[in-house]
Nanobody
């Protein structure tokens, strides 16, 4: 399983950092990613970091503002969110796909989901 932390309330233009503890997994074999879901909307892919080469990919909506990284020693993946906007308000989910063959994680291929953490950005 994977467990997120770090959500909360931020003002527009502010920052938050999400963490995802994946210590129960063979971390180096999983592509780790982040999704978000706003009320009434579908779950949206945000970012992922590859198990093979640490390459990263971002949705256009967050490119240049969010940064994904991972600490192998801690089996933890992070999402640094800067320049937050009210439209970033959503529940954020950590996702893990075993030995993914593509950069972008498709929801149907996710092996483990976190429970979600709320991020609220006020204007």
């Amino acid at each position: 399983q994977v467990v997120e932390s770090g959500g909360g309330l931020a003002q527009a233009g502010g920052s938050l950092r999400l963490s995802c503890d994946a210590s129960t997994l063979t971390f180096v074999r999983y592509t780790m990613g982040w999704f978000r879901q706003a009320p009434g909307q579908e779950r949206e892919f945000i970012s992922a970091i590859s198990w093979k080469d640490n390459s990263t990919v971002y949705a256009e909506s967050v490119k240049g503002r969010f940064t994904i990284s991972r600490d192998i020693a801690k089996s933890t993946v992070y999402l640094q969110m800067n320049s937050l906007k009210p439209e970033d308000t959503a529940v954020y989910y950590c996702a893990a796909e075993f030995m993914a063959t593509t950069q972008i994680i498709e929801p149907c291929r996710v092996d483990f989901w976190g429970q979600g953490t709320q991020v609220t950005v006020s204007s």
